[in-house]
């Protein structure tokens, strides 16, 4: 049978092949073998061939769903982040500390009431000057501590001159909302609040003339974590004459009015980080007395054009 299997393949099968053919179907040890082989052709470098071959561990995407870590221990947990390599989450304790200014104005200066308005003849004025000479000691005490830093310090140059300058440049770098050169003339305290206070707003302001001159009134030196991190506070009464105009995104007017001044008197403070070889003085805040009352309210202010009836 298998013998005439064989004479009618010979039939169609390439001569040459014939041969190795039919000895493959009568003998399975034959050289002539025809296999289906997966190896390659040259048997060298098959370990490095092998090396080539990375296993991939492919996410699964529906573990989320199952894994639930209510249910499970702190130890499985813990396992499973570390198979995943995830680091532990920490409650967050610690606190933004910035050295560079203090947080708040130190004994705050209480202006006496009525000040700006009392005149030598008035009864205010000896209470004024009563209250002035008892913190006057401890300011004194606290301008020879600055002198310890900076030996040229003098209370009436650094009033009328640096003071005042300060004063200005800040009001007129407000006005083009530099945050930069802002931060060169306020403290990162002070930087917060102005940037807030001028969100959506336009402010035109100009500085008239100085009504009296700017003299200090309150020195205090406090020392922060350390005693060699020492921060110097100054406040100054500044009682100029100015005009202010705000107004809001869409041009109308808040407060104030920029063509009329007024007379303005104010506590501002300045601090000087002492310790700080390159450290300057800046705005730190304003004292606004409980006396004068809580501040303002923005409310804009809407013109009404009024037309002339003639008169039958």
């Known amino acids: 049978m298998l013998s005439v299997l064989s004479q009618r393949i010979s039939q169609w099968i390439v001569p040459g092949v014939q041969a190795g053919f039919v000895r493959s179907l009568t003998n399975k040890k034959s050289p002539y073998q ?36 209510s249910e499970m221990s702190g130890e499985e947990i813990r396992s499973k982040m570390k198979e995943k390599g995830i680091q532990p989450v920490r409650n967050w304790q610690e606190k933004p500390l910035e050295l560079s200014c203090t947080g708040d104005i130190v004994e705050p200066y209480i202006p006496p009431e009525g000040d700006g308005k009392a005149s030598i003849i008035s009864t205010d004025f000896p209470k004024q000057k009563i209250i002035r000479l008892e913190k006057k000691s401890r300011s004194m005490w606290a301008a020879r501590k600055i002198r310890q830093f900076d030996e040229e310090f003098d209370p009436y140059n650094f009033a009328t001159q640096e003071a005042t300058s300060i004063y200005i440049k800040m009001h007129e770098a407000m006005m083009t909302k530099d945050e930069y050169k802002i931060g060169t003339y306020v403290t990162e305290k002070a930087l917060l609040e102005i940037m807030e ?69 104010e506590y501002v403070v300045f601090e000087r980080h002492l310790s700080n070889l390159y450290g300057s003085w800046r705005i730190h805040g304003k004292i606004i007395p409980s006396w004068k009352g809580v501040g303002f309210e923005f409310q804009p202010i809407r013109t009404v054009a009024v037309t002339e009836q003639k008169s039958l």
């Open 197 to 265: 206070n001028l969100d959506c707003k336009t402010i035109r302001w100009k500085f008239m003339e100085s009504i009296e001159p700017t003299r200090v009134v309150h020195i205090r030196v406090i020392d922060v974590i350390s005693k060699d991190n020492i921060f110097a506070q100054i406040t100054c009464r500044l009682h100029t004459k100015q005009s202010l105009g705000i107004y809001d995104r869409f041009g109308r007017l808040l407060y104030g009015n920029e063509l009329t001044p007024k007379d303005v008197l």
């Open 34 to 69: 025809i296999k289906a082989h997966n190896k390659h052709w040259n048997p060298k470098f098959r370990k490095l061939r092998g090396l080539k071959v990375i296993k991939v561990d492919l996410p699964n995407f529906h573990e989320n769903e199952s894994w639930k870590p």
